[in-house]
């Protein structure tokens, strides 16, 4: 890797039977890399720091080989040193708790491809250190012993980095950025990323973000709208006032001229004629293409925020700093901006990145029990989906989330519960979103439940909250799943046991079967006249269904008005 290590140089603590021994450990982190990037000094030094072990796997297989790994390549070829390098990382990713860091061409192997898709998809930090290539490249010339780089080593590392880049980019989940960093800036860096939760999101046709999840990460405001703004509306509502004062202190701070926009609590915030009176403002003000939009509150304000930023001269910047629980785990991340018209909710919106989203768990300590407890209706929903460890916490924390109490929440146990509840969420949804930014077909998973509950809040005039509203819509879509035979019996109970132990709804009786027929007939996933829902084929294993017998709809509308 970066530099060739005799045994005697192994890693502290490394021996094999120092090597935890239980199969539900995992690395705190594993780094990933160009040749050069630095992967094994900016790894020890950060291990060092974090009081963590720290293993460099081309060094963890001459130790076991009893050669270099360029030797081991001239004498058995690459093929085989993949094998013997895949083995070992396979094993360090189930036995071994510190700072993991990987040869370059190791992630491009399948087998280890797959386990680190595994490890990262289970909340392991997976971590691309992304060094300047000239940088890079300069420092694996002068390295030297690198099999994969013979020949023209610049030429060779060009060829390899066109290839690896994409794969790398894609697989990481952080994203440590070393452009002229010493190793002891880039070490300090990893130990912040890894210290805290952060997942990036990006992919194909998106700008690439992060969402940072603990904390007083409002502080992180400035530095994440970057530089170059002069000009900053701040969009929020009243019942958020202490947390926009912090934001526009922030953004004064760093030398922005703050324009203070108001709009009304929850939906009744998210309209045309709100978005109007916003775009009238920043026309007052002269807001031009450089400046920039900040939204602080619950998911109407975020999505008024990000749809009125990404309509003004057709897109200027902005950040999301969302204080509720529903908004950190679902409105504020996705890019997905809107607002709501008679005929139904977010049917006038776009398609948006954030330049960041601060998810500031010390913003949840202000919010009353029950905004807090509809928040849990999406994180279940993501558990259903994709992610069981989501439904295991939730199982095991019933009790204290839906005692939940803002006034004993900061530095208590379920603080922790909480901000990995909002990371495995969110990681959900980057996967989704990562893949299918425009929602053409996988991202429409993360709809599960959301057919039902858009109609439901539209009969209710947005009196229902939406967290609330999933958590029936979730309830249908398993009755329905039932229904044809996707589900069997005990999903659907568990369905309701899980959703109910957490306070939530699991049935509503306002309306009518044929306006609710009507409304899921507008619904942005049907095709035509033709219904299509998101069910699960067994749990964690979502699907679409296009024009399923209305009469089965019907029976599992019925059964949740039933519950």
Not at 249 to 274: C, F, H, M, N, S
Not at 364 to 385: C, H, Q, R, Y
Request: charged share 25%; with cysteine.
């Amino acid at each position: 890797m970066e530099d060739t290590i005799a045994r005697r140089d192994m890693p502290r603590s490394i021996p094999h039977d120092g090597i935890a021994g239980a199969s539900s450990v995992r690395p705190l982190a594993v780094i990933i890399g160009m040749p050069g990037a630095g992967k094994t000094r900016v790894g020890r030094e950060a291990a060092d720091r974090l009081n963590v072990d720290f293993i460099d796997t081309d060094q963890r297989i001459e130790h076991d080989v009893g050669m270099a790994v360029a030797a081991y390549f001239r004498r058995y070829g690459e093929p085989k040193f993949r094998e013997v390098e895949s083995d070992t990382i396979v094993e360090l990713l189930h036995r071994f708790d510190g700072l993991l860091a990987l040869g370059g061409g190791a992630p491009m192997t399948e087998a280890t491809h797959t386990a680190l898709v595994e490890y990262a998809r289970g909340g392991g930090h997976l971590v691309y250190l992304q060094a300047d290539p000239a940088e890079a490249m300069e420092r694996a010339r002068r390295g030297g012993g690198r099999p994969m780089l013979s020949g023209d080593a610049d030429v060779r590392w060009r060829q390899l980095y066109e290839t690896r880049n994409p794969v790398f980019d894609a697989l990481a989940n952080i994203h440590v950025r070393t452009h002229g960093s010493t190793p002891h800036m880039a070490a300090r860096k990893l130990v912040d990323a890894v210290s805290q939760r952060i997942i990036h999101i990006g992919g194909s046709g998106i700008d690439p973000y992060d969402v940072r999840i603990g904390e007083h990460m409002l502080n992180a405001l400035a530095q994440t709208m970057g530089t170059g703004v002069a000009r900053v509306a701040l969009v929020h509502t009243e019942s958020v006032q202490r947390h926009s004062d912090r934001a526009r202190a922030l953004l004064r701070q760093a030398g922005a001229t703050v324009v203070d926009v108001v709009i009304p609590d929850a939906e009744a915030g998210k309209t045309v004629g709100v978005a109007d009176s916003v775009w009238r403002r920043l026309g007052d003000e002269g807001f031009t293409r450089s400046d920039a939009v900040v939204g602080v509150g619950g998911g109407a304000a975020t999505d008024l925020a990000g749809f009125v930023a990404a309509t003004w001269m057709r897109g200027i910047r902005y950040v999301n700093c969302p204080t509720s629980l529903l908004a950190m785990v679902d409105a504020s991340t996705g890019g997905k901006t809107g607002v709501n018209t008679p005929q139904g909710k977010n049917f006038v919106g776009s398609f948006y990145t954030p330049k960041g989203v601060l998810a500031d768990v010390t913003t949840l300590a202000t919010l009353p029990n029950d905004i807090f407890i509809e928040g849990m209706g999406e994180v279940a929903k993501s558990g259903f989906i994709r992610d069981p460890a989501i439904l295991d916490i939730l199982e095991r924390h019933a009790d204290e989330l839906r005692a939940f109490d803002g006034g004993t929440f900061l530095g208590s146990g379920l603080e922790d519960v909480v901000e990995e509840l909002i990371e495995r969420t969110v990681r959900v949804k980057a996967y989704h979103v990562s893949n299918d930014l425009k929602e053409s077909g996988l991202r429409e998973f993360l709809n599960y439940g959301h057919t039902l509950a858009h109609a439901i809040e539209a009969l209710e005039h947005f009196s229902w909250r939406h967290g609330n509203a999933v958590a029936v819509g979730c309830v249908f879509a398993a009755e329905l799943a039932c229904e044809l035979g996707y589900l069997d019996r005990e999903a659907v109970d568990y369905h309701r046991r899980l959703l109910s132990s957490l306070g939530l709804p699991i049935s509503w009786d306002g309306g009518t079967w044929d306006d609710v027929l009507a409304l899921m007939h507008r619904d942005k996933k049907a095709r035509g006249n033709t219904l299509r829902f998101v069910v699960l084929d067994g749990m964690q294993h979502p699907i679409h269904l296009d024009d399923p017998p209305i009469e089965a709809v019907q029976r599992a509308f019925d059964r949740i008005r039933h519950a």
